[in-house]
């Protein structure tokens, strides 16, 4: 018999429960496209069941990814940032809508190369704009705004709501988010995304970081700008 | 006939439906044993919409007993898997195509049925 410490054990069994909360969310939307002869509206209730359970999906396979960063299976290559927050936005702009928000991009470079994953990166500008969203009021916008900072490439993603707790604040000053917090950062939240972007910047060696506002927050990734030509 | 193996019953009987409305026969199993002993029976199958994690016997000790046997080492097969198959080449068991329960729609499956057992 062999013991192969605690940590191996632990990551095993968060992989197996992983694929425990994988498969019922697979079942419910498979369930969701066999509805046929659906309403306007019952139509709208499918496509929700779907992007809701993709949604949770996504969540259970970056949570997979956060316990196995070390693996060697994320390499650093260069990656366009446009074409990942473009993509992001074509992912989510329907959630947006749905929920009465809008998306703003912006972008001072549009060729710009960064030094990063392109999987883990789009997983931290997902989670940056699925907070934002989340988090602004009815009506308003949240930005998304992509800037040379330094040497560096900063993605900024703004939401108008309310204003960061002061707890969670000091909370991202001492290290940003360490592990999910069992009580609500802001109402409705666990921290689970910044969690879960927290660490995958960590790994990508990006600084990550907060700023408080009285009408919102914002959440920013910066990442080094890749030695190799620009695209244009 | 086209079988589904997925210990998951809602699961099979999501894909065993939308194979039905391409109105073709279709036969679902819990485990690999069940559809082993089914084929030892003489059903044949045209395609297999197959389960990786099986209970019991998992999908690829099933597949490597299907190409183990002539009559049966021919029976093309879909894998249906939550896990990441991505790039991997898995002609050798007979598997012509590899659908992520996450990201598949039924029409991934209906294009299948028609290109393999029409």
Known sequence: ?232 | MIFVIDDDELMAECLANIVKNGTSEVMTFRNAIDAMNCIADGVLPDLIFLDVLLDGPDGFTLMNDLVSYPDTVRIPIVIVSSLDFANRDLSEYGVVGILSKETMTPEDIENYVNKHAK
């Open chain 1, 1 to 232: 018999m062999c013991y192969n410490g605690g940590m191996n054990t632990e990551v095993d069994g968060i992989l197996v429960v992983a694929h425990e909360l994988k498969a019922p969310l697979t079942v419910l939307r498979q369930l969701a496209f066999s509805l046929n002869e659906l309403t306007p509206q019952d139509e709208k209730v499918r496509s929700q069941m779907i992007n809701v359970s993709e949604r949770a999906m996504r969540q259970v396979n970056d949570l997979i990814k956060v316990h196995r960063l070390e693996d060697g299976l994320f390499e650093m290559e260069p990656v366009a940032v446009r074409e990942v927050c473009d993509a992001v936005n074509r992912e989510l702009q329907y959630l947006f809508r749905y929920n009465n928000r809008s998306l703003r991009l912006r972008y001072s470079n549009h060729a710009r190369l960064v030094m990063a994953n392109r999987e883990l990166l789009y997983s931290i500008v997902y989670n940056f704009l699925l907070n934002a969203m989340h988090y602004s009021n009815e009506q308003m916008r949240a930005e998304l705004v992509v800037k040379d900072c330094h040497g560096k490439v900063k993605i900024n993603v703004r939401d108008y709501g309310p204003a960061l707790p002061i707890d969670v604040w000091r909370e991202i000053k001492r290290g940003w988010i360490k592990e999910p917090l069992t009580v609500s950062m802001r109402p409705g939240s666990s921290g689970l995304g910044l969690f879960i972007a927290s660490n995958f910047a960590r790994f990508m060696h990006a600084n990550v970081g907060a700023v408080r506002h009285r009408d919102g927050t914002s959440f920013f990734v910066e990442l080094p700008v890749s030695k190799q030509a620009s695209l244009f």
